[in-house]
């Protein structure tokens, strides 16, 4: 079988003997600087199971009791074209196929962020970006940055006003976290990668049309974007009627020393969306004969929402970060997952001292939680996009992750990781369920 290929070939490759991998390039091929184009793409395969474990009863979304597997993969092309002046276009066309355990149901931190929450979708191409950058420079000293997918400069001023505009990930530049951002080379679960309280504006695929303006100073930052929100919870459909709709984002950076940066956020969602007390009032007074909330949705009801980032950088190649959020627990949760408040911590460590500097390795724990509304509602039978087990006994899902990336050969990695799941889907009836992965990523 395909998957037990895969298995062998990623084990294989862990096993090799280690060497020295100093000045080894991170890409299969080499990309100038000096060029105005960029041409990049990446694989990324993932391979996850878990055996059985106890559950008291089943749902339709639960999380299945039963062993299982599933393989994931996202193809990636990415293209970038530097301009005159100031400008630069990225274009990424996209393919995400396979699928997650259990259809990506039964958790709200899920295991394998690469998943597209719905399995109906396919794995035809589509466009994931689409960005037009005017830099505006407000000083005349510049700063070495890194040229990359999402970015074709090598240089930047160091005081200068950003203004991004058309379809993107709200993440690329909202939340992100140099330790716990990226399932290609870290960590895969949803709540440790993205702070699990951002109902950040996206389709089902983790997308979105916006615009982003960002000021930028060698000791802090302040940016801002409107974005469109999708027609239902976890649509592929965005709304385009701006004055009902849209997501308000707002992240203040701070960067007192060179090892220590601090973000800052908030949000604000207008949609389309229900009210769990709304649901459950209807299904009490016997109108509906379980809780629906798709049934009581309101055009532009709001949901608010805060978080804190924090990384530091140790001088010993080793990271810390920390994230924690909340968001307003009546309207329903839209557009990324199922958690209304979070907190999160953990690390990394780069293999130098074991003479492997391209290597990685890294554990976190996460702790997500619901509101009294969303809690009760999933009590008495009520199916969110991702939660429904038919019934609750509440208690917080508790996750504990760790992996080792292992450089092979130029852009050509491999990775073991483990989850710890406590309460699947907050339910104590259910679990505990450990989670074992390999991976398979290539950087061209």
């Not at 089943?58 to 999380?63: A, E, L, M, T």
Request: charged share 20%; no cysteine; aromatic share 10%.
């Amino acid at each position: 079988m395909r998957w037990r290929a895969l298995v062998f070939l990623i084990t294989l490759a862990l096993a090799s003997e280690a060497r020295a991998q100093v000045d080894q390039p991170v890409t299969v091929f080499e990309h100038p600087s000096g060029q105005r184009f960029f041409i990049a793409g990446q694989m990324n395969v993932i391979y996850q199971r878990h055996g059985d474990f106890p559950a008291l009863y089943s749902g339709p979304q639960s999380f299945g009791p039963d062993e299982e597997y599933a393989v994931s993969r996202v193809l990636t092309l990415y293209t970038g074209l530097q301009l005159p002046d100031g400008w630069d276009v990225v274009l990424d066309v996209e393919s995400a196929g396979g699928l997650g355990l259990s259809d990506a149901f039964g958790l709200a931190g899920f295991t394998n962020l690469d998943v597209v929450r719905n399995p109906t979708l396919g794995s035809a191409p589509y466009l994931a970006r689409l960005v037009v950058r005017k830099v505006i420079a407000l000083s005349a000293e510049h700063v070495d940055v890194s040229r990359g997918p999402l970015n074709t400069s090598t240089t930047l001023p160091a005081r200068r006003l950003e203004i991004r505009a058309g379809k993107m990930g709200i993440v690329d530049v909202f939340d992100v976290n140099g330790v716990g951002n990226d399932s290609h080379l870290q960590f895969t679960n949803w709540t440790v990668d993205n702070n699990g309280a951002y109902d950040y504006a996206a389709d089902t695929r983790g997308y979105t049309y916006g615009v982003i303006v960002e000021y930028d100073s060698p000791r802090w930052s302040l940016r801002g974007a409107e974005a469109l929100m999708p027609t239902v919870a976890n649509g592929i459909v965005l709304d385009w009627h701006v004055n009902r709709s849209r997501g308000e984002n707002a992240e203040l950076e701070l960067r007192p020393t060179s090892a220590l940066t601090l973000k800052l956020l908030g949000y604000v969602n207008h949609a389309n969306m229900g009210s769990y007390t709304d649901a459950t009032a209807a299904f009490e007074r016997g109108q509906d004969p379980t809780p629906e909330i798709a049934a009581h949705r309101q055009q532009g009801r709001t949901k608010p929402g805060a978080g804190v980032n924090v990384e530091y950088d140790f001088p010993v190649a080793v990271r810390l970060f920390m994230r924690a959020g909340w968001n307003g627990g009546d309207s329903e949760s839209f557009a990324y997952t199922e958690v209304n408040n979070t907190v999160s911590v953990g690390g990394d460590i780069v293999g130098s001292r074991w003479h492997r500097p391209n290597d990685r390795a890294g554990a976190a724990f996460v702790s997500n939680g619901l509101s009294q509304p969303h809690r009760e509602y999933l009590r008495l039978g009520g199916l969110g996009f991702l939660l429904g087990d038919g019934t609750l006994t509440y208690g917080r899902e508790d996750i504990i992750e760790a992996y080792y990336n292992a450089h092979l050969w130029r852009g050509v990695f491999a990775a073991a990781g483990f989850q710890y799941i406590s309460h699947p889907g907050y339910n104590t009836d259910r679990g505990p369920a450990a989670v074992q992965a390999l991976r398979l990523h290539v950087d061209f």
